[in-house]
């Protein structure tokens, strides 16, 4: 493992999860959003250090709902995010939110939106050399959110402006990215 750091040595970014299919035990977890704005100076991966992360649950959640999506984060549930989370150095908090979430079914484009907190929004990167109805993808990329195995959709941020959790920032024109994430657990 030996991904390299951040542009300019250091990443603020708007991260977005959306359960399409998915159980904890016998909670139903389908169709449920997650999103979370993060920092880091460095390489992640190998200096944890300095990960700063706050999470918002979506607030259509249950109590036992929510109470799973926060072990599966937090890493308690173990898989993958168990390691993810362990390079966190500071939770800045987990809220509950109302997060609205797309994804086109061509990968074209995805959303998500917490009303007044997160607008992001990735337009898929093309160009004259791209088939038509492709998008410029790579198989297992350095350091991925979400492990290994999964296509990274590349893409312009239309939109990425937070204002939660101490973070402000608009990024609007920086890079975008649509991972899929396909966890196991208890």
Not at 26 to 52: R, T
Not at 61 to 85: N, P
Not at 145 to 170: I, K, L, M
Request: hydrophobic share 35%; charged share 20%.
């Amino acid at each position: 493992r030996n991904p390299q750091p951040a542009t300019n040595n250091h990443c603020e970014a708007t991260l977005a999860w959306h359960v399409s299919d998915g159980r904890y035990g016998d909670i139903v977890l389908e169709d449920l959003n997650i999103m979370g704005v993060a920092s880091f100076d460095g390489n992640v991966w190998d200096n944890p250090d300095n990960f700063e992360l706050g999470l918002f649950i979506d607030d259509r959640a249950d109590a036992q709902q929510h109470r799973a999506l926060v072990a599966i984060m937090t890493g308690k549930a173990g898989g993958f995010m168990a390691d993810f989370s362990a390079r966190i150095a500071t939770d800045r908090s987990i809220e509950s939110a109302p997060i609205s979430f797309e994804i086109a079914d061509d990968l074209a484009y995805w959303r998500a939106h917490i009303p007044g907190r997160i607008e992001a929004e990735g337009e898929a990167l093309g160009g004259p050399s791209t088939p038509p109805g492709k998008r410029v993808q790579l198989l297992n990329p350095p350091g991925s959110e979400v492990g290994p195995g999964g296509p990274a959709t590349w893409a312009t941020a239309t939109r990425n402006n937070v204002d939660a959790f101490g973070y402000n920032w608009d990024w609007s024109g920086k890079s975008s990215k649509h991972i899929p994430i396909d966890c196991v657990g208890p």
